[in-house]
């Protein structure tokens, strides 16, 4: 499974964007795409969870109201569109495919190589 993160860039505070990340490869199954974050100098933090089986999403509660996770399975890709961003949204995004939806890193066995996110005046 191979995983392509692309988006992100330098947004105002308030501002909006969308990340994508398309899937490829044989995946399995059953399995989910999640969002992790990590600002400088701190620890991954999971965002958000979509499976691509039955459609539940998931979003840590920091961006509740604000981000939404989405999937186009004609496209193999799913989107994470962010609204009203923060400073603090500030990080590298990644995303990861495993089962199930869960905060735990262990359970993600592919990853995408990171698209960074700058919120900033």
């Known amino acids: 499974v191979q995983l392509q993160a692309s988006g992100g860039g330098l947004v105002l505070p308030g501002g909006s964007t969308r990340l994508s990340c398309a899937v490829s490869g044989n995946t399995p199954d059953y399995y989910v795409i999640s969002w992790f974050r990590q600002a400088p100098r701190k620890e991954h933090e999971w965002v958000s969870c979509?499976?691509?089986?039955?459609?539940?999403?998931y979003l840590t509660d920091s961006v509740k109201g604000r981000f939404t996770i989405s999937r186009d399975n004609a496209k193999n890709t799913v989107y994470l569109q962010m609204n009203s961003l923060k400073p603090e949204d500030t990080a590298v995004y990644y995303c990861?495919?495993?089962?199930?939806?869960?905060?735990?890193?262990?359970?993600?066995?592919?990853w995408g190589q990171g698209t960074e996110v700058t919120v900033s005046s």
């Open positions: 990861a495919a495993g089962y199930p939806c869960t905060s735990a890193q262990a359970m993600f066995d592919y």
């Open positions: 979509i499976s691509m089986v039955d459609n539940n999403t």
